[in-house]
């Protein structure tokens, strides 16, 4: 069970700090389904997206300035007489978008799988706490370099706080720290910002903790119930991960070096101007489809309620879903509806970042009923109505049966 | 295993959608179609033709700068579009600036030295607009960054000055401009006829190429480093590949472990 | 329990090759890495615009025989000292072998009533007094650093204390009689 090392310094050493056979246990004792696919590798990308978030971010921080005067300036600063300034402040920029997008895949993964069912809910619900977490600090992050999208972003985003009844003017204020987003808001969200990742840093550490008391969930979602069912995650899903990384990163490269800009807003290189708000803004891709469901009702309280409760319906999505069986390949009808899903939150984010006119409120309206619809009534219905089909007995045999060689 | 890569191709697929119809997801409702020029630095390799930079810094000197400032731009920073040292130097000392307090408190004009930020023309916002009929002259530093298409939407601003329909009234002060959203723009043409410019290297000084030379002088002040981030990105992602293929070539000699 | 997991066979025949390719994508990945670090590690150095400013003028007509003045360049203190005749004479009439750190004033001085050095004391970066009326010079009549109690005299050279080196010249010329331009 327990391991011997052949170097003497690391036997000293794990005798009093025992790292390396905890080291030893995650990568080689630690079982892992041998049959996940290469959905699985998002979990493991994301990891490495945020540190190259915090790492680039704290590089930034070096050379930002947290004041209404010199902030944007401080931004032209870095990408034009910094050394390597604008690569690194790009890589930052863009790395927030491919944040969310491996975020994305690997919340869709875990929705498809039912990688959040019994005994994963912690697991889920950490997962959910970091999505939260990131989307506060993406969104304060945005407000820094003081464009004119960071200051009515700001401006729109805490301005919905307004909405709670009785203290929410006071709220407001107490969140600008003055009379309008200024000065004191512009300090304390960099202070935030650099707090925040470090808090999702802590919360990844627990999840991880979650993750290893079970193990991962797989493609079949059926447990791992015999040796072959597994393997060491050295170095079969290192060197996958690795191959990953690498896709990825000419991916991510793309972008910060052919296209640095697309992902992102012209009006955010306009100094912000407090007295002129652009003629329509929107906020950063990956908040449209939750920007969406704030306009598509007509009351401020109650769009409000639904954006918080679009986030918030995730971390009881493990009790509204009772259908015994995980993995979406065995429930004949979930599966449509979780297409539908998905496609419908495409279509949300097309409605948030078109204006709220004509058809798209019709569109976002429907869109928006739907989202909850899936989570409200279709998960707990499909619990009861859906037959689901057969489960394979074990995953080794469902690897090994179409040839019928068991090694 | 079918559903969710038809999701991912899905992904692809409305990503790409948004590509080509970006303008008119991010763009106004009320539509100006931007006609695409041909701009030999904004392709895939593209690079900055050296002539038409320095071109078009000499129109936005003997044009622009009379109400528009750079100030994101010293004028060290023109040797990156091919002008030595020396020139430099002897164009920051035609302009003067604003230096001090001296010993005696006193602030005092002092010719330019490459290391300045370029001069503004006004002093502050309110200056600019009491000397514009109340309109701010944008600074330009990024201008081409800062507006949807702006590199073209630029160019097409600058030739797109045209009398106006017979059922709209422009205003006193205010031009009729094609491409201005809501076409009424504050900016009488800076371009209004041919040889504003006398250029050094010949080039014969019609609107469209004074108007295509400043800019690209402009998309270069708004991206000074795109040309070194091009080379970069070309080397990175060559990189990147070959790690890639050596990863997967390792990942299935690993796996092969397995069978 | 490990130990039954497949892939953990000792004799595989291909091991050669597989090693070859992990090693070789595990050192591109290693140089990659390398790479990535280098933008991190040099955006700590002078940006652009610091380098662009290294320069300064100052004019020295208004300062008096006898006078000293404090200029910023490079964010440190430069001395400017219009010399007396005393001053020059004790500077140049020195013998050499007896210094810490031998040079010659006619080295130090482009013309002798002008002495500019960079007014931090070469032990442990202190401003040395001994600029304004009154301060103490110590007993060589240039500076006196407060901190350890290194003397300079009127070259600016070390006579006295812990720091090894006299104070150092900056690259300077003049550019007119009475301007110089240092950096």
């Given at each position: 069970?327990?391991?011997?090392?052949k170097n003497?310094l690391?036997?000293?050493?794990?005798h009093?700090?025992?790292?390396?056979?905890?080291?030893?246990?995650?990568?080689?004792?630690?079982?892992?389904?041998?049959?996940?696919?290469?959905?699985?590798?998002f979990?493991?990308?994301?990891g490495?997206?945020?540190?190259?978030?915090?790492?680039?971010?704290?590089?930034l921080?070096?050379?930002?300035t947290?004041?209404?005067?010199m902030a944007?300036?401080?931004?032209?600063?870095?990408?034009?007489?910094?050394?390597?300034?604008?690569i690194?402040?790009y890589?930052?920029?863009?790395?927030?978008?491919?944040?969310?997008?491996?975020?994305?895949?690997?919340?869709?993964r875990?929705?498809y799988?039912?990688?959040?069912?019994?005994?994963r809910?912690?697991?889920?619900?950490?997962?959910?706490v970091?999505?939260?977490?990131?989307?506060?600090?993406?969104?304060?992050?945005?407000?820094?370099?003081?464009?004119?999208?960071?200051?009515?972003?700001?401006?729109?985003?805490?301005?919905?706080?307004?909405?709670?009844?009785?203290v929410g003017?006071?709220?407001?204020?107490w969140?600008?720290?003055?009379f309008s987003?200024?000065?004191?808001?512009l300090?304390?969200?960099?202070a935030?910002?650099?707090?925040l990742?470090?808090?999702?840093l802590?919360?990844v550490?627990?999840?991880?903790?979650?993750?290893?008391?079970?193990?991962?969930n797989?493609?079949?979602?059926?447990?791992?119930?015999?040796?072959?069912?597994s393997?060491?995650f050295?170095?079969?899903?290192?060197?996958?991960?690795?191959?990953?990384i690498?896709?990825?990163?000419?991916?991510?490269?793309?972008?910060?070096?052919?296209n640095?800009?697309?992902?992102?807003?012209?009006?955010?290189?306009?100094p912000?101007?407090?007295?002129?708000?652009?003629?329509h803004?929107?906020?950063?891709?990956?908040?449209l489809p939750?920007?969406?469901?704030?306009?598509?009702?007509?009351?401020?309280?109650?769009?409000?309620?639904?954006?918080?409760?679009?986030?918030?319906i995730?971390?009881?999505?493990?009790?509204?879903?009772?259908?015994?069986?995980?993995?979406?390949?065995?429930?004949?009808m979930?599966?449509?509806?979780?297409?539908l899903?998905?496609?419908?939150?495409?279509?949300?984010?097309?409605?948030g970042?078109?204006?709220?006119?004509?058809?798209?409120?019709?569109i976002?309206?429907?869109?928006?009923?739907?989202?909850?619809?899936?989570?409200?009534?279709?998960?707990?219905?499909l619990?009861?109505?859906?037959k689901p089909?057969p489960?394979?007995?074990?995953?080794?045999?469902?690897?090994y049966?179409?040839?019928?060689?068991?090694? | 295993?079918?559903?969710p890569s038809?999701?991912?191709?899905?992904?692809?697929?409305?990503?790409?959608?948004?590509?080509t119809?970006?303008?008119?997801?991010?763009?106004?409702t009320?539509?100006?179609?931007?006609?695409?020029q041909?701009?030999?630095?904004?392709?895939?390799?593209?690079?900055?033709?050296r002539?038409?930079?320095?071109?078009?810094?000499?129109?936005?000197?003997?044009?622009?700068?009379?109400?528009?400032?750079?100030?994101?731009?010293?004028?060290?920073?023109?040797?990156?579009?091919?002008?030595?040292?020396e020139?430099?130097k002897?164009?920051a000392?035609?302009?003067?600036?604003?230096?001090?307090?001296?010993?005696?408190?006193?602030?005092?004009?002092?010719?330019?030295?490459?290391?300045?930020?370029?001069?503004?023309?006004?002093?502050?916002?309110?200056?600019?607009?009491a000397?514009n009929?109340g309109?701010?002259?944008?600074?330009?530093s990024?201008?081409?960054?800062?507006?949807?298409?702006g590199?073209?939407?630029?160019?097409?601003l600058?030739i797109?000055?045209q009398?106006?329909?017979?059922?709209?009234?422009?205003p006193?002060?205010?031009?009729?401009?094609?491409?201005?959203?809501?076409?009424?723009i504050?900016?009488?043409?800076?371009l209004?006829s041919?040889?504003?410019?006398?250029?050094?290297?010949?080039?014969?000084?019609?609107?469209?190429?004074?108007a295509?030379?400043?800019?690209t002088f402009?998309?270069?002040a708004?991206e000074?480093e795109?040309?070194?981030?091009?080379k970069?990105?070309?080397?990175?992602?060559?990189?990147?590949?070959?790690?890639?293929?050596?990863?997967?070539?390792?990942?299935?000699?690993?796996?092969?472990r397995?069978? | 329990?490990?130990d039954k997991?497949?892939?953990?066979?000792?004799?595989?025949?291909?091991a050669?090759?597989r090693?070859?390719?992990?090693?070789?994508?595990?050192a591109?990945?290693?140089?990659?890495i390398?790479?990535?670090?280098?933008?991190?590690?040099?955006?700590?150095?002078?940006a652009s615009?610091?380098?662009?400013?290294?320069?300064i003028?100052?004019?020295?007509?208004?300062?008096a025989?006898?006078?000293?003045?404090?200029?910023k360049?490079?964010?440190?203190?430069?001395?400017?000292?219009?010399?007396?005749?005393?001053?020059?004479?004790?500077a140049?009439?020195?013998?050499?072998?007896e210094l810490?750190?031998?040079?010659?004033?006619?080295?130090?001085?482009?013309?002798?009533?002008?002495?500019?050095v960079?007014?931090?004391?070469?032990?442990?970066?202190?401003?040395?007094?001994g600029?304004?009326?009154?301060?103490?010079r110590?007993?060589?009549?240039?500076?006196?650093?407060?901190?350890?109690?290194?003397?300079?005299?009127?070259?600016?050279?070390?006579?006295?204390?812990?720091?090894p080196?006299?104070?150092?010249?900056?690259?300077?010329?003049?550019?007119?009689?009475?301007?110089?331009?240092?950096?």
């Open positions: 069970m327990s391991v011997v090392f003497r690391v036997r000293w050493i794990d009093r700090m025992p790292i390396f056979s905890s080291l030893h246990h995650e990568m080689y004792e630690y079982p892992v389904p041998r049959n996940l696919n290469y959905l699985w590798n979990g493991f990308l994301a490495l997206m945020l540190i190259i978030m915090i790492v680039t971010g704290i590089v921080a070096m050379h930002y947290p004041n209404t005067t944007f300036e401080s931004v032209e600063r870095i990408m034009r007489d910094v050394n390597y300034g604008w690194i402040r890589i930052h920029m863009n790395g927030a978008s491919m944040f969310f997008i491996l975020v994305y895949i690997h919340i869709f875990g929705m799988y039912g990688s959040y069912k019994a005994p809910e912690i697991l889920w619900m950490l997962g959910v970091i999505f939260f977490l990131m989307i506060v600090t993406a969104f304060i992050g945005y407000v820094l370099p003081w464009g004119q999208m960071s200051y009515w972003g700001a401006t729109v985003i805490t301005n919905l706080f307004s909405a709670i009844p009785w003017e006071d709220i407001v204020t969140l600008w720290g003055g987003v200024d000065n004191p808001t300090n304390r969200f960099f935030l910002h650099y707090l990742p470090f808090v999702i802590g919360v550490f627990l999840h991880v903790i979650a993750l290893h008391r079970f193990g991962s797989n493609p079949l979602g059926i447990d791992m119930k015999r040796p072959q069912d393997i060491s050295h170095p079969y899903y290192t060197i996958k991960d690795a191959f990953t690498g896709l990825f990163l000419i991916f991510f490269c793309y972008f910060i070096f052919f640095p800009n697309y992902l992102g807003h012209p009006d955010n290189y306009i912000a101007d407090p007295l002129v708000t652009p003629a803004i929107v906020p950063e891709w990956y908040f939750f920007y969406a469901i704030l306009r598509a009702i007509p009351s401020k309280l109650g769009g409000v309620l639904l954006m918080g409760g679009a986030i918030a995730l971390f009881v999505l493990p009790w509204l879903d009772r259908s015994p069986v995980r993995s979406g390949r065995f429930r004949p979930f599966k449509w509806f979780f297409a899903f998905v496609i419908n939150c495409f279509v949300l984010g097309y409605c970042a078109n204006p709220p006119e004509g058809h798209f409120i019709l976002s309206r429907i869109a928006t009923a739907y989202y909850f619809a899936y989570f409200i009534v279709i998960l707990p219905l619990s009861v109505l859906e089909k489960l394979p007995a074990s995953i080794s045999e469902s690897i049966q179409p040839k019928n060689h068991l090694e | 295993m079918k559903l038809f999701l991912l191709k899905l992904a692809i697929v409305s990503a790409l959608s948004l590509t119809s970006a303008t008119s997801v991010f763009g106004e009320t539509e100006i179609k931007i006609p695409q041909e701009w030999g630095f904004t392709s895939l390799f593209g690079t900055f033709d002539a038409a930079q320095q071109r078009g810094f000499q129109v936005f000197r003997e044009v622009c700068s009379a109400c528009h400032s750079i100030s994101k731009l010293s004028y060290r920073n023109l040797t990156e579009i091919g002008f030595s040292t020139q430099v002897s164009i000392a035609q302009d003067q600036v604003v230096d001090g307090p001296n010993d005696e408190g006193e602030m005092f004009e002092r010719a330019a030295l490459p290391s300045d930020r370029f001069k503004r023309p006004f002093a502050n916002e309110q200056a600019a607009r000397n009929n309109a701010y002259p944008p600074d330009l990024l201008i081409t960054k800062a507006r949807p298409d590199i073209n939407y630029l160019y097409a600058l797109g000055y009398n106006p329909p017979s059922d709209i009234v422009v006193d002060g205010r031009y009729y401009n094609h491409y201005f959203p809501g076409h009424q504050s900016m009488p043409s800076p209004p041919a040889g504003l410019v006398s250029y050094a290297d010949g080039t014969e000084a019609t609107i469209e190429q004074m295509k030379d400043v800019t402009l998309a270069w708004a000074p795109m040309e070194y981030r091009k970069l990105g070309v080397q990175v992602i060559f990189f990147l590949t070959v790690l890639t293929i050596l990863l997967y070539l390792a990942k299935r000699r690993i796996w092969a397995l069978k | 329990m490990a997991k497949p892939g953990k066979t000792e004799d595989n025949p291909e050669s090759r090693d070859f390719l992990v090693l070789a994508s595990g591109t990945a290693a140089v990659g390398a790479a990535f670090a280098w933008p991190l590690i040099q955006q700590m150095n002078p615009d610091v380098l662009a400013l290294s320069s003028e100052i004019d020295l007509s208004k300062i025989v006898g006078q000293s003045i404090t200029v360049w490079r964010g440190k203190p430069v001395f400017i000292r219009h010399r007396t005749a005393e001053e020059i004479n004790a140049a009439n020195v013998n050499l072998a810490p750190d031998p040079q010659n004033d006619k080295e130090r001085a482009k013309k002798p009533e002008w002495l500019v960079v007014g931090i004391c070469t032990h442990l970066g202190c401003v040395p007094s600029q304004k009326v009154g301060e103490n110590g007993e060589h009549g240039g500076w006196y650093c407060p901190c350890h109690g290194s003397q300079y005299d009127t070259s600016g050279r070390i006579r006295k204390g812990p720091a080196t006299n104070l150092p010249v900056p690259s300077y010329e003049f550019i007119k009689d009475n301007i110089i331009r240092i950096g």
